[in-house]
């Protein structure tokens, strides 16, 4: 149980496109996901908090107009990055907090590649 | 402020012993977790202790937390070249349901 699904696994993108990645929840409800990015050989960072039926809530400097995020229903959360460019390239991952399990733990997805030409 | 540092690299011969350490600087952290990450894959969760322990076993591997220190370190026993990946600790204020603030990360090698 518990397990959280991307797609795209991976993309390559032009400049000046915008891109989603979807993240979804598969066995479970999940009030509330996260959106990660992690650059090559870094950790990973917290861009932002997304919550069910509102507005997500971004972590300083993170620009909100750039990376859209939706979180429509209970099993997905979609990050639109737009207007991409080439130091947008990273490894985005999503994680969700399942509120009917204990509460100590993500569950995280396997992560989408992007790659912007 | 959160901060949480991890030493690069940690290179093993197999059959050994593996220690990664980690330190945090917030004091309010509740849970304290580490995470194995292979190439180009999401996050596993390894295991977890919650603040008010002190060390905590599972299996092959052994967590051991020094509050005064702010400092959390992983024991992988009979390390196995199936064990190479990065591993993160990462620490969260109230529960792995909030945000999760993670370390630099170890790069982990095992040789045969």
């Known amino acids: 149980g518990a397990v959280v699904s991307q797609h795209p696994s991976w993309v390559i993108c032009k400049s000046g496109t915008s891109v989603k990645i979807e993240c979804r929840s598969l066995d479970f409800q999940a009030t509330t996901m996260f959106w990660y990015r992690q650059f090559p050989k870094q950790s990973l960072m917290l861009m932002a908090t997304s919550n069910e039926g509102s507005k997500a809530t971004y972590e300083q400097g993170v620009e909100k107009d750039k990376f859209l995020i939706n979180h429509a229903s209970l099993t997905l959360s979609t990050l639109t990055v737009t207007s991409a460019h080439p130091e947008d390239s990273s490894f985005y991952i999503c994680s969700a907090r399942d509120p009917g399990r204990t509460d100590y733990e993500q569950y995280f997805g396997p992560g989408t590649r992007l790659t912007v030409t | 402020g959160e901060d949480v540092e991890q030493s690069l690299f940690l290179s093993v011969r197999e059959g050994d012993s593996s220690v990664i350490n980690c330190t945090y600087t917030?004091?309010?952290?509740?849970?304290l977790y580490w995470y194995k990450q292979e190439p180009g894959a999401g996050l596993q969760l390894l295991t977890y202790i919650f603040s008010n322990m002190d060390m905590k076993q599972d299996q092959r591997l052994t967590v051991l937390l020094n509050k005064k220190d702010k400092h959390l370190s992983l024991r992988i026993a009979d390390t196995q070249t199936g064990d190479s990946a990065i591993y993160f600790c990462?620490?969260?204020?109230?529960?792995?349901?909030?945000?999760?603030?993670f370390g630099t990360g170890t790069q982990l090698k095992v040789e045969l």
């Open positions: 990462a620490e969260s204020l109230g529960g792995g349901g909030n945000k999760l603030t």
């Open positions: 917030d004091s309010s952290s509740t849970y």
